[in-house]
């Protein structure tokens, strides 16, 4: 049975890497580390890794609640602890009195040294105070490197994992009907905005379907797809419940508040 057309086709890529790194655990008998994944990432790995494989995976981001995560894929025989995952947790300094600094800008500042998104994970904030999780292989040359954000002079102080903010998740759930599962429909169900209006968010590039920018308005959406939207915030759809009378779909929206 081919595993793709279990995936959207510009997911294929990733599927051919997780299963390469299934079959390089099965044939070395040893673990696989990999970078910081998105949950939608996390997803198909413990899709194709499966539930009774010999091959095992655990999933660890630095503390509870964060969204990116490393995944740790291991021969049954392993015993997995915590540092295998090799996250370093580093706080930011900077003038907080004088100075602001917005989660874009520390993402930019991370791009521009040349690091991939899958090197750090989450960003954490609460008040002034700033965190971020970095692969271990990294975290030197993060500390080192990282001398600006934005117009702001910074330095990094590392932290103990357990030191890290204390995350809160907080979701919205409603039901509504829509005409289509199109996302330009979605993001203006999502939203409470007009079609035309999320339409136009679409061809700015500020929409995101699972962590991936979509300027297409009439992609379809499906179940368990998170629609983030610069501005207005993310997302869920939860569940595709059929349609009404009206030949409408009845859908269940999460919101993050």
């Known amino acids: 049975m081919d595993l793709h057309q279990h995936f959207r086709r510009e997911e294929h890529s990733f ?16 673990p696989k580390l990999t970078d910081f994944l998105d949950p939608r990432e ?13 091959v095992k995976v655990q999933f660890f981001g630095g503390a509870e609640l964060v969204e990116r995560k490393r995944a740790f894929i291991y021969p049954d025989y392993y015993s997995v602890e915590k540092e295998d995952f090799q996250i370093s947790l580093y706080e930011l300094v900077y003038p907080n009195k ?6 874009r800008q520390i993402l930019g500042s991370m791009m521009s040294l040349g690091l991939k998104r899958g090197k750090f994970g989450d960003i954490l904030m609460e008040g002034e105070i700033i965190q971020l999780f970095v692969a271990n292989e990294v975290s030197d ?3 080192m490197q990282l001398e600006s954000v934005g117009r702001s002079k910074v330095s990094l102080k590392e932290r103990r994992l357990e030191e890290a903010i204390q995350m809160k998740e907080q979701w919205n759930e409603f039901t509504t009907t829509v005409s ?5 429909t979605m993001v203006a169900a999502a939203h409470n905005i007009s079609r035309q209006k999320s339409q136009t968010l679409i061809a700015g590039g500020v ?3 699972n962590w991936m920018t979509i300027e297409n308005p009439s992609f379809e959406c499906k179940e368990d797809d998170v629609l983030s939207v610069r501005g207005y915030g993310r997302a869920k759809l939860s569940s595709i419940d059929g349609k009404t009378k009206k ?11």
């Not at 004088?98 to 989660?103: K, M, Q, R, T």
């Open 207 to 209: 929409v995101k379907v």
């Open 42 to 54: 996390q997803k198909i790995v413990e899709m194709i890794i499966g539930a009774n494989s010999e």
């Open 247 to 257: 030949d409408k779909w009845r859908i269940v929206v999460e919101k993050h508040q």
């Open 141 to 143: 040359y993060i500390s």
């Open 15 to 30: 599927v051919d890497q997780v299963m390469s790194w299934k079959e390089q655990v099965e044939s070395n008998y040893a």
């Open 98 to 103: 004088f100075v602001s600094i917005e989660h």
């Open 180 to 184: 289509s599962l199109r996302l330009d």
